[in-house]
């Protein structure tokens, strides 16, 4: 179910808890395989519950509660932009309209060419950098002007 | 002007790509303090003795003394204990654990040996917050690293001293942050916090003696350790020992964190962050991160920045993030996309964190639009009151704070919103 690669990552985590607490590495293995399949399917949530000796719905409460999971097909990049207080104090606002009027859509919303998808985020722990969006949940880019985001969406659209 | 001390961030260059490396860490002291302690094998009460002379208190939020936490944990228990690191930074406005962990891994990974030492512990994890992909990277290779040189893992340089320590990486819950929810997380499950008591030092993680202590904490002690307790104590004031960080953010020319003394005069934080953007007026700061009661701009301007100022002040230094607003600031806008966020974070578990995050948020939000009440002034006062005190977690508090704090001090905002509903700014 999933690529050999992923279940490495995925052992590798499981060295990390005690023998008798696999679940522990139920949010990273949640993680390897969202990296794989871009979002999480009832049938990987299952893989991932069988391979860790958890019941599926456990698997299934935990990937409902932490935001990052994806819980739905997206576009090929998911863009998360913090609005929370701080961010918005510099800039947020307007980054996000212009990020939504470059792609034409909202929050939740995905782009035409299946490209992007745009998500409200909350504080990312960089506010010192605002405004900030995260790409794909891994990539951070702080003081996104106007200009920086031409040029990301740029490289991301290719 | 002299330079402040600084122990958390000494040294440190983030514009060289290798300075957070091991030998760079060295260069600084680095691992000083943990030989010192395995060579003289100075007894373990000796180091809890040592943090509480210091002062050094929590700095996740509450300010609680670390020391006294430290001489909680059983000493004579037979069975596993944990120790944990709370990386999980998501209070708005707190980027300081982040920098610590990307800039200077190593004082963390040296702090945390040293607290598993005093406390006889085998095993310890760090909890990085989901959103900070490479700085929870970073920490897998400085742990690596610390491996490699015989720092962690079993007989560590070659004493009959063991410490494991792994990291583990949240993945986007604000609420994993409180210590319980985030042992509940490290379990593998929903990160909803649990009934205390109970408390961790006596059932932690996986049922077992625990103690947490937030990121900045943990990088306090080396310096504690080689320094002596007493002199991180002068370096702040009685009962606020040591140098914090302090994340600014909002209205300066310069945000950033900015590690002074305890004590330190707020106005003069302001001036190290390039003091207020395009030179207008501080309308208000909130100094401690979202969750604390904002302050007006005149009184934070004859504030000291430390635990017992703040509280004197009427808020709470909390987290160190100091976010600062000026008079283009509109406070109701404000304190609705604030209780927007704890309306989303609620976890949901007690009724009135659950329910009232919802009527403060949809109240905040009729007043922004221009449909609120004179009554829901009232009204607001009375769910904040009604949360407050009543709940699991310190979540319920975190959302009823800033709305009561709001309105006492910017309560001609909100009427002025609701009479004319429009901005006064
Ligand atoms: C809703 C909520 C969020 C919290 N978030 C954090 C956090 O991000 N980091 C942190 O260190 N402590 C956070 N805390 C405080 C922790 O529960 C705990 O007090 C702290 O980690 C203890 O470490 P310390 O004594 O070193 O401060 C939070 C508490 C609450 C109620
Ligand atoms: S106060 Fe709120 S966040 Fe905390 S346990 Fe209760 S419902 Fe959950
Ligand atoms: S508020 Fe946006 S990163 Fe903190």
């Given at each position: 179910?999933?690529?050999?690669?992923s279940?490495k990552?995925?052992?590798r985590?499981?060295?990390?808890?005690?023998?008798?607490q696999?679940q522990s590495a139920?949010?990273?293995?949640?993680a390897?395989?969202?990296d794989?399949k871009?979002?999480?399917?009832?049938?990987?949530?299952?893989?991932?519950?069988?391979?860790l000796g958890?019941?599926?719905?456990?698997?299934?409460?935990v990937?409902?509660?932490?935001?990052m999971?994806?819980?739905?097909?997206?576009g090929?990049?998911?863009i998360?932009?913090?609005t929370?207080?701080p961010?918005?104090?510099?800039?947020?606002?307007?980054a996000?309209?212009?990020i939504?009027q470059?792609?034409g859509?909202?929050?939740?919303?995905?782009?035409?060419?299946g490209?992007f998808?745009?998500?409200e985020?909350?504080?990312?722990?960089?506010?010192?950098?605002a405004?900030?969006?995260?790409?794909?949940?891994k990539?951070?880019?702080?003081?996104?002007?106007?200009?920086?985001i031409?040029?990301?969406?740029?490289?991301?659209?290719? | 002007?002299?330079?402040?001390?600084q122990?958390?961030?000494?040294?440190?260059?983030?514009?060289?790509?290798?300075?957070?490396?091991?030998?760079?860490y060295?260069?600084?002291e680095?691992y000083?303090?943990l030989?010192?302690i395995?060579?003289?094998?100075?007894?373990?009460?000796?180091?809890?003795?040592e943090v509480?002379?210091s002062a050094l208190r929590?700095?996740?939020?509450?300010?609680?003394?670390?020391?006294?936490?430290w001489?909680?944990?059983?000493?004579?228990?037979?069975?596993d204990?944990y120790l944990?690191?709370n990386s999980?930074?998501g209070?708005?406005?707190?980027?300081?654990?982040?920098?610590i962990?990307?800039?200077?891994?190593?004082?963390?990974?040296?702090?945390?040996i040293?607290?598993a030492?005093?406390?006889?512990?085998r095993?310890?994890?760090?909890?990085?917050h989901?959103?900070?992909?490479n700085?929870y990277e970073?920490m897998?290779?400085a742990?690596?690293e610390?491996?490699?040189?015989?720092?962690?893992g079993t007989?560590i340089l070659?004493?009959d001293?063991?410490?494991?320590?792994y990291?583990h990486?949240?993945?986007?819950a604000?609420i994993?942050?409180?210590e319980?929810?985030?042992l509940?997380?490290l379990?593998g499950?929903?990160?909803?916090?649990?009934?205390k008591?109970?408390?961790?030092?006596?059932?932690g993680?996986?049922?077992?003696?625990?103690?947490?202590?937030n990121?900045?904490t943990?990088a306090?002690?080396?310096w504690i350790?080689?320094?002596g307790?007493?002199?991180?104590l002068?370096?702040g004031k009685?009962?606020?020992?040591g140098t914090?960080?302090?994340?600014v953010?909002?209205?300066?020319n310069?945000p950033?964190?900015y590690?002074?003394?305890l004590?330190?005069?707020f106005?003069?934080l302001l001036e190290m962050?390039?003091?207020?953007r395009?030179?207008?007026?501080?309308?208000?700061c909130i100094?401690?991160?979202?969750s604390m009661?904002?302050l007006?701009g005149d009184?934070?301007?004859?504030t000291?920045?430390?635990?017992?100022?703040?509280?004197?002040?009427?808020s709470?230094?909390?987290?160190?993030?100091?976010?600062?607003?000026?008079?283009?600031?509109?406070?109701?806008?404000?304190l609705?996309?604030?209780s927007?966020?704890?309306f989303?974070?609620?976890?949901?578990q007690?009724?009135p964190?659950?329910e009232?995050?919802?009527?403060?948020?949809?109240?905040?939000?009729r007043?922004?639009?221009?449909?609120g009440?004179?009554?829901d002034?009232?009204?607001?006062?009375?769910v904040a009151?009604?949360?407050?005190g009543?709940?699991?977690?310190a979540?319920?508090d975190?959302?009823?704070?800033?709305?009561?704090?709001?309105i006492?001090?910017?309560?001609?905002?909100f009427?002025?919103?609701?009479e004319?509903?429009?901005?006064?700014?």
């Amino acid at each position: 179910m999933l690529s050999t690669e992923s279940i490495k990552k995925i052992d590798r985590e499981i060295t990390k808890y005690p023998p008798d607490q696999r679940q522990s590495a139920v949010m990273s293995a949640l993680a390897i395989a969202q990296d794989e399949k871009g979002w999480l399917t009832n049938e990987t949530m299952d893989f991932v519950a069988h391979y860790l000796g958890m019941p599926p719905i456990a698997v299934y409460e935990v990937a409902t509660f932490y935001n990052m999971y994806n819980l739905q097909p997206l576009g090929k990049c998911k863009i998360t932009i913090c609005t929370n207080l701080p961010c918005a104090l510099s800039g947020a606002n307007d980054a996000t309209a212009y990020i939504q009027q470059k792609l034409g859509i909202g929050f939740n919303q995905t782009s035409a060419d299946g490209k992007f998808t745009l998500k409200e985020g909350e504080c990312m722990g960089a506010c010192g950098d605002a405004p900030v969006l995260l790409v794909n949940n891994k990539r951070m880019c702080g003081f996104m002007s106007n200009d920086k985001i031409d040029r990301l969406l740029e490289e991301l659209g290719e | 002007m002299t330079q402040p001390v600084q122990i958390l961030l000494t040294g440190v260059d983030p514009s060289d790509p290798d300075n957070w490396r091991l030998r760079n860490y060295e260069q600084r002291e680095g691992y000083v303090a943990l030989k010192k302690i395995l060579s003289e094998n100075i007894p373990p009460e000796k180091i809890i003795e040592e943090v509480k002379k210091s002062a050094l208190r929590g700095r996740g939020g509450a300010g609680f003394p670390t020391g006294l936490k430290w001489s909680f944990m059983p000493k004579q228990y037979e069975g596993d204990k944990y120790l944990v690191c709370n990386s999980d930074e998501g209070e708005p406005g707190t980027f300081k654990d982040r920098d610590i962990m990307h800039h200077n891994p190593h004082i963390l990974i040296e702090g945390m040996i040293i607290g598993a030492y005093a406390m006889g512990i085998r095993a310890g994890y760090n909890y990085v917050h989901g959103e900070i992909w490479n700085t929870y990277e970073r920490m897998e290779e400085a742990v690596d690293e610390a491996r490699e040189a015989g720092l962690l893992g079993t007989n560590i340089l070659g004493s009959d001293f063991s410490f494991q320590l792994y990291n583990h990486h949240g993945y986007g819950a604000y609420i994993c942050g409180e210590e319980t929810a985030l042992l509940e997380s490290l379990e593998g499950k929903k990160g909803q916090p649990r009934f205390k008591p109970p408390f961790p030092a006596s059932f932690g993680l996986y049922g077992k003696p625990t103690t947490i202590n937030n990121t900045e904490t943990f990088a306090s002690v080396p310096w504690i350790i080689r320094n002596g307790g007493e002199k991180f104590l002068q370096l702040g004031k009685p009962n606020n020992g040591g140098t914090k960080l302090f994340s600014v953010s909002g209205h300066v020319n310069k945000p950033g964190n900015y590690e002074i003394p305890l004590g330190t005069p707020f106005a003069k934080l302001l001036e190290m962050a390039g003091g207020m953007r395009g030179g207008r007026k501080l309308k208000g700061c909130i100094p401690g991160g979202s969750s604390m009661p904002v302050l007006p701009g005149d009184i934070m301007m004859q504030t000291d920045m430390d635990y017992d100022s703040i509280a004197k002040a009427g808020s709470m230094l909390g987290s160190g993030a100091v976010i600062i607003m000026d008079d283009t600031t509109c406070m109701v806008k404000a304190l609705e996309r604030l209780s927007y966020f704890y309306f989303e974070e609620s976890c949901g578990q007690c009724t009135p964190c659950r329910e009232g995050t919802g009527w403060l948020y949809r109240v905040i939000h009729r007043i922004e639009t221009g449909t609120g009440r004179m009554e829901d002034l009232d009204l607001l006062n009375n769910v904040a009151d009604n949360i407050q005190g009543r709940t699991i977690c310190a979540l319920g508090d975190a959302a009823a704070m800033p709305v009561r704090a709001m309105i006492l001090h910017f309560r001609d905002e909100f009427e002025y919103h609701i009479e004319h509903k429009r901005c006064l700014v």
